[in-house]
């Protein structure tokens, strides 16, 4: 499994974006799908994007449409999550997570970023 750290999150004002990224440790094969999840306060755990490493497939929640942008640097081992147009309900601990080499289930997670957007 792959060790996971975020980063980019903090505080902005609704309208507002980020740019959070997601450093990976070690070798990540192609197969691999690595996605961005959210949890509010006092909520579940939601899907909000993902990118397969190999760069051919991605992923967004309806809320993300539009607004959110997924990519990763192969040199620099990193997956990003641009975030525009931030909405006060974008609120959350954004976690990063990687798949098992078949890109079945989420494996592996980081501590999670917290955003917040302030109206």
């Known amino acids: 499994q792959v060790q996971l750290l975020e980063s980019g999150g903090g505080l902005v004002q609704a309208g507002g974006s980020l740019r959070l990224s997601c450093l990976a440790s070690g070798r ?8 961005w999840f959210r949890q509010a306060p006092g909520k579940g755990r ?12 991605t992923g967004y929640a309806d809320s993300a449409k539009g607004r959110f942008t997924i ?43 917290q955003v917040t957007v302030s109206s």
């Open 71 to 113: 990519s990763r640097d192969d040199a620099k081992n990193t997956v990003y999550l641009q975030m525009n147009s931030l909405k006060p309900e974008d609120t959350a601990v954004y976690s990063c997570a990687a798949t098992t080499e078949a890109g079945v289930r989420y494996v592996s997670w980081g501590q999670g970023t």
């Open 46 to 57: 939601e899907f909000v994007s993902s990118i397969k490493w190999s760069g051919d497939g």
């Open 28 to 35: 990540i094969v192609s197969t691999v799908w690595m996605g």
